[in-house]
């Protein structure tokens, strides 16, 4: 991987990552001082660099973690967040994980008739499975601001966000507020300061993941061959969503690896716009 955009020198005499390493750590510094933090501990690689910045910043006893267990994780993440909570020895007073809300990812599945695509306008998933269970953390332990990983970088809607924002989508039941601490880290960053730090990252990166969300997650931001990687590393997933998507079951392997990746074939920049 490139570091050039990481560790060029700025006209400060310091590198990007430097910079960047020092804005987030002041931050989380300054919003530790007179609220309680949150922070959204995926298994992935930008939630990581996020808690260990803020267990480099502020005092251990004030670093509490969340981790949305949707039920339809990768086997490696959920051992990986396991392994990252004993790492960081995070007793059971500052770790949180959540099940899912009222409906498991296939009943909703089977509510939109089993057809994956639905889930990149409505996203009903994604409420039951984590922002609900999220929320109702928040509220019952009185946090003050969820900590996301969230990079502008990401897509065109992202790179609009601010530093903080409020998250109350009408007729759900979720009403938090969210900081963003790493919104200008790069990918290159993420990686150069893991690598750097001999940070032990979550395995289903180097299976050819470039995420480690929901297993069957149909959001957009896939590679087009996602359905391939899953065919190849974790088959009981990919049996088990062709099992349940009605216009595919007929397919052979080959056809409905090729006709799932049609899913995939979009952007968060077309869907979110």
Same mark, same amino acid.
């Given at each position: 991987m490139s570091e050039s955009t990481s560790k060029q020198m700025t006209l400060s005499g310091k590198s990007l990552l430097e910079e960047n390493i020092e804005k987030s750590k002041s931050i989380?510094?300054?919003?530790?001082? !007179?609220?309680?933090?949150?922070?959204?501990?995926?298994?992935?690689? #930008?939630?990581?660099?996020? +808690? @260990?910045?803020?267990?480099? %910043?502020? =005092?251990?006893? @004030?670093?509490?973690?969340?981790?949305?267990d949707t039920k339809i994780e990768f086997k490696e993440t959920n051992e990986y967040v396991d392994r990252m909570v004993e790492y960081y020895d995070i007793d059971d007073n500052h770790f949180?994980? %959540?099940?899912?809300?009222?409906k498991n990812f296939w009943d909703i599945l089977e509510d939109r008739d089993n057809v994956l695509k639905w889930v990149s306008k409505w996203r009903d998933c994604c409420y039951n499975l984590k922002k609900i269970p999220l929320n109702e953390v928040y509220q019952v332990e009185d946090f003050d601001y969820v900590v996301? $990983?969230?990079?502008? /970088?990401?897509?065109?809607?992202?790179?609009?966000?601010?530093? +903080?924002s409020h998250f109350n989508p009408k007729s759900q039941k979720v009403n938090y507020d969210i900081l963003n601490p790493i919104l200008e880290w790069t990918d290159n960053n993420?990686? @150069?300061?893991?690598? #750097? !730090?001999?940070? =032990?990252? !979550?395995?289903?990166? #180097?299976? $050819?993941?470039?995420? /480690?969300?929901?297993?069957? /997650?149909? /959001?957009?931001?896939?590679?087009? #061959?996602?359905? %391939?990687?899953?065919?190849?590393?974790h088959p009981l997933f990919y049996k088990a969503i062709k099992r349940r998507t009605r216009n595919m079951v007929d397919c052979d392997a080959g056809e409905w690896v090729k006709a799932g990746d049609e899913f995939y074939r979009h952007t968060w920049k077309e869907v979110e716009g």
């Open positions: 989380l510094k300054e919003f530790n001082k !007179n609220n309680k933090l949150l922070i959204g501990f995926s298994g992935g690689k #930008d939630s990581l660099l996020v +808690t @260990d910045l803020a267990l480099e %910043t502020i =005092p251990k006893s @004030d670093v509490y973690l969340i981790f949305e949180f994980r %959540t099940t899912p809300y009222k996301a $990983g969230t990079r502008k /970088c990401e897509s065109d809607q992202r790179a609009k966000m601010k530093l +903080t993420v990686w @150069d300061y893991i690598n #750097d !730090n001999e940070i =032990p990252y !979550n395995p289903i990166y #180097d299976m $050819g993941y470039s995420r /480690c969300g929901c297993a069957v /997650c149909p /959001c957009p931001n896939k590679a087009r #061959d996602y359905y %391939t990687k899953l065919y190849e590393n």
